[in-house]
C-alpha cells in the first residue's frame, strides 16, 4: 500500500497498528488516525499508513 518511504517510522506504526487490531477488527479511518497519534512520519502524508493498517485488519 506503500505505506512507508525512508522506514524510520514503521516499526512504531507496525507496533501500534497491531495493537489496535488485537483490540479492534475493522477500524475506522479516524481510529487508525487516532490510534497512531503520536507515532511522526516525515515522509508520507499518512494516507498511504492508513491504507495499509485498513488493509491489513482485512486479512486478518
Ligand atoms: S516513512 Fe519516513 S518517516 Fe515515515
Not at 36 to 43: K, Q, S, V, Y
Request: hydrophobic content about 35%.
Amino acid at each position: 500500500m506503500h505505506g512507508l518511504q525512508c522506514g524510520f517510522c514503521t516499526p512504531g506504526m507496525v507496533m501500534s497498528a497491531v495493537d489496535l487490531l488485537k483490540n479492534k477488527k475493522n477500524p475506522s479511518d479516524q481510529e487508525i488516525r487516532d490510534w497512531l497519534e503520536g507515532n511522526i512520519c516525515r515522509c508520507t502524508g499518512y494516507h498511504n499508513i492508513v491504507a495499509a493498517v485498513k488493509e491489513a485488519a482485512s486479512k486478518m
